[in-house]
């Protein structure tokens, strides 16, 4: 019986440590890593930018992994999982949008720089936003489910194309570059912030397809056989998945 | 050599909007998980999230 | 192949059954190159530099119009419902709507082509590659377009929710059909229009197929 109660604990057990190795992690990298011989403080940034990257591709993959998962099998578990990843995934993509914007402006002068990375990231942001909105116009389940997952199929095939082609278009323009490597004299708070943001990630996806599940859950339900029979105005989904 | 003007400025405010962004959301996904949904017919008491859902709607 | 085909001619007669709304969509398109060359203004020079953006923003902004309307025959009398109950193949229906739409947008990409040369002064000798280009943009577009119009014909929102899913994912046809058509029009000293063409032709490839496979899902419960 401690298995139920140990179950609903651990998104919050998750959502905890992470937050934990991430305020150990961005301590380190404000107040003890070195400056950035280039660009001094502001490379600072670079401790959660980084990270929030990784973490939002990881959520968003693990959207196109359920999507899939339903689409083959068709159990409800997966739609739930879907959702939690699209929506973790795009409050991810969003933030990596906003600390982009931060770092652009005092390194570039202009608070959008079109680096292929980020452009490409707020092409998903909007595509994944779009399957967000629409699975709030469609009210059948079992429509929502199979679209939704047929959307998100489609939009994760598109991010390397977008990343190509947003790299070559830019190529012609500019030659800036945002620095790819990190010397190993900050490989501490990265490391630290990327676990404290993956643990975060967990957390929230798991909280997430829970409300996601009881959702389902709750319009799935057969009514109750107290009702009468004329009472027929819920036409209850007919997911047979 | 080579610093940028403004730049703790910058820092903390990229700081700042990542933890308020990550602490509004927690909050949320907290707040939600905890929000029961209405059963199609309208009456209270759907399953709370997590334990017990199935075993509980075999009562009715 | 025989469904296809009777796909393709069901598709023809619709097209041709109702050919004044297309001439209404082509007035829309002409309209927004119009209204382009407001917000730019009178000088020629730019708008001779932008004018492939714009030419490709009129088709985009005109695809919605059409992509969102080409189910509505299918919806109106739940004829997708009858003509899946009669085993047509999913994919049949997919590739006839999706080629109807694809000729449908390069042909209102070509009728906007003299339009552009008259008002922003940007022309090119290339035809054939010209039209090349819009043959290819408008597959782009018609792919991933035909699939969400037949989810959202069924939705509600439908004229808000096409734009919101199909921009975001047209994001390469857009680059590389505005670069290559740009370059045609401007000169292209170092010869990157294969590379965009390219580019064009593996969107194609992936969408196509992908979006044909994935077909049978979006009408099945219907």
Redesign the interface.
């Known amino acids: 019986m401690t298995s139920?109660?140990l179950?609903?604990r651990l998104p919050?057990l998750f959502?905890l440590v992470g937050?934990a190795l991430?305020l150990c992690g961005?301590y380190i990298g404000?107040f003890v890593a070195p400056p950035e011989?280039?660009?001094?403080?502001?490379q600072?940034?670079m401790y959660?930018?980084v990270p929030?990257a990784w973490n939002s591709m990881l959520a968003l993959t693990f959207a196109f992994i359920a999507a899939l998962a339903y689409l083959i099998g068709g159990a409800w578990k997966w739609d739930a999982r879907m959702e939690a990843g699209i929506e973790v995934g795009v409050?991810l993509a969003?933030?990596l949008c906003?600390?982009g914007s931060?770092?652009a402006?005092?390194?570039w002068g202009v608070w959008w720089d079109w680096d292929p990375r980020l452009t490409t990231t707020a092409v998903l942001l909007l595509a994944f936003a779009g399957i967000i909105a629409l699975r709030r116009f469609v009210d059948d389940p079992g429509r929502r489910a199979t679209w939704s997952a047929v959307a998100t199929i489609i939009a994760f095939a598109d991010v390397p194309i977008v990343y190509f082609s947003v790299k070559w278009w830019n190529s012609l323009h500019q030659l800036q570059s945002t620095p790819q490597t990190v010397s190993s004299a900050f490989h501490l708070p990265l490391r630290m912030n990327a676990f404290g943001i993956l643990f975060?990630m967990i957390g929230?996806i798991m909280?997430?397809s829970?409300?996601a599940?009881?959702?389902l859950?709750?319009?799935l339900?057969p009514?109750?056989?107290?009702?009468s029979f004329s009472d027929n105005a819920?036409a209850?989904a007919g997911g047979h998945r | 050599?080579?610093?940028?003007?403004?730049?703790?400025g910058?820092?903390i405010?990229?700081?700042a909007?990542?933890a308020m962004?990550?602490v509004s959301?927690?909050i949320s996904?907290?707040i939600?998980?905890r929000?029961r949904?209405?059963?199609?017919?309208g009456e209270g008491g759907?399953?709370?999230?997590?334990?017990?859902?199935?075993a509980d709607?075999g009562e009715? | 192949m025989n469904q296809l085909l009777a796909a393709l001619w069901k598709e023809g007669l619709l097209q041709w059954n109702l050919r004044s709304r297309f001439f209404a969509v082509a007035v829309f398109g002409t309209t927004s190159l119009l209204l382009f060359s407001f917000a730019i203004g009178p000088s020629a020079h730019a708008l001779r530099q932008y004018s492939a953006g714009f030419l490709w923003l009129a088709l985009l902004l005109s695809s919605t119009l059409t992509l969102s309307e080409s189910f509505h025959a299918e919806t109106e009398h739940r004829a997708l419902e009858g003509l899946l109950l009669l085993q047509a193949s999913p994919r049949a229906l997919f590739y006839g709507k999706a080629i109807a739409n694809w000729l449908q947008l390069a042909i209102l990409g070509m009728m906007l082509v003299p339009i552009m040369v008259v008002l922003y002064d940007a022309g090119t000798t290339d035809l054939f590659r010209l039209a090349g280009i819009i043959l290819l943009g408008s597959a782009g577009l018609s792919a991933p377009g035909t699939l969400y119009a037949a989810m959202v014909t069924q939705a509600r929102a439908q004229q808000t929710l096409l734009p919101l899913l199909l921009f975001p994912l047209v994001v390469p046809v857009l680059l590389a059909s505005v670069k290559a058509t740009s370059l045609l029009i401007l000169g292209d000293p170092m010869g990157q229009t294969p590379s965009w063409i390219g580019l064009l032709l593996c969107f194609n490839a992936i969408y196509w197929s992908l979006c044909g496979l994935l077909f049978g899902r979006v009408v099945e419960d219907s």
């Open positions: 139920p109660r179950s609903r919050l959502i937050a991430l961005s404000l011989r280039m660009m001094g403080e502001v600072r940034l959660v930018h929030t409050v969003f933030l906003v600390q931060i770092w402006k005092p390194t975060l929230w909280l997430r829970r409300i599940q009881a959702r859950e709750s319009e339900a009514p109750p056989a107290a009702t819920h209850t | 050599m080579g610093t940028i003007t403004g730049g703790w910058f820092v405010a990229g700081y909007l990542t962004v990550l959301y927690t996904l907290v939600r998980s929000v949904f209405p059963s199609p017919e759907a399953p709370a999230p997590g334990e017990g859902s199935r709607r009715w």
